[in-house]
T-cell receptor, first 111, second 117 residues
Framework: QQPVQSPQAVILREGEDAVINCSSS?????VHWYRQKHGEAPVFLMI?????EQKGHEKISASFNEKKQQSSLYLTASQLSYSGTYFC????????????FGAGTTVTVRA | DADVTQTPRNRITKTGKRIMLECSQT?????MYWYRQDPGLGLRLIYY???????NKGEISDGYSVSRQAQAKFSLSLESAIPNQTALYFC????????????????FGPGTRLLVL
């Protein structure tokens, strides 16, 4: 079952912050975040494993709350290069090794 | 050279035709995946393979078949294409995972844009 992402789209000005949420109705083992530029392949940002750790990639960070079965991606001081569609992919167990992806959140950063 | 390649990059075909999409990787990964992407639906898993002798259906396998010819090659076939199979198709690979980092990311190919008329 696909995780649910919110919001579907967000428009930011350079320097503003945003949060993208990814929620699942099932228990999660890991959450993977990807960014896809228009017409390109998805590119890996980070993996969060069961345990609630927070990770960062430049000024993009994420958290994973396994009890709530959700993850959030934080875009801080957004740059034009952050524009794209962000997908979360989830694994239900340590034996899964396959991802269920959300429908994506389109982020547009304007000057 | 790209680590994950897909051929063709674009394809137009007619309803009822058989078509094959090919994926090759030089990353030495055991695991390979086929996804389709439709606007507003994200990426949906069609088939996946954890080694040459292991093939598994994903969430939307109806109308598709696959072949894992070698560790590096994984092909997706549409036996009789229909218009609602028009989509962007991605191949991806991942490693088994070693040591302290039990989870490997998936690496995506550039995609094949398929139009079925």
């Amino acid at each position: 079952q696909q995780p649910v992402q919110s919001p579907q789209a967000v428009i930011l000005r350079e320097g503003e912050d945003a949060v993208i949420n990814c929620s699942s109705s099932k228990a999660l083992y890991s959450v993977h975040w990807y960014r896809q530029k228009h017409g390109e392949a998805p590119v890996f940002l980070m993996i969060l494993l069961k345990g609630g750790e927070q990770k960062g990639h430049e000024k993009i960070s994420a958290s994973f709350n396994e009890k709530k079965q959700q993850s959030s991606l934080y875009l801080t001081a957004s740059q034009l290069s952050y524009s794209g569609t962000y997908f979360c992919g989830t694994e239900g167990s340590s034996n899964d090794y396959k991802l269920s992806f959300g429908a994506g959140t389109t982020v547009t950063v304007r000057a | 050279d790209a680590d994950v390649t897909q051929t063709p990059r674009n394809r137009i075909t007619k309803t009822g035709k058989r078509i094959m999409l090919e994926c090759s990787q030089t990353k030495g990964h055991d695991r390979m995946y086929w996804y389709r992407q439709d606007p507003g639906l994200g990426l949906r898993l069609i088939y996946y393979s954890f080694d040459v002798k292991d093939i598994n259906k994903g969430e939307i396998s109806d109308g598709y078949s696959v072949s894992r010819q070698a560790q590096a090659k994984f092909s997706l076939s549409l036996e009789s294409a229909i218009p609602n199979q028009t989509a962007l198709y991605f191949c991806a690979t991942s490693d088994s995972g070693w040591g302290d980092y039990p989870r490997e990311t998936q690496y995506f190919g550039p995609g094949t844009r398929l139009l079925v008329l």
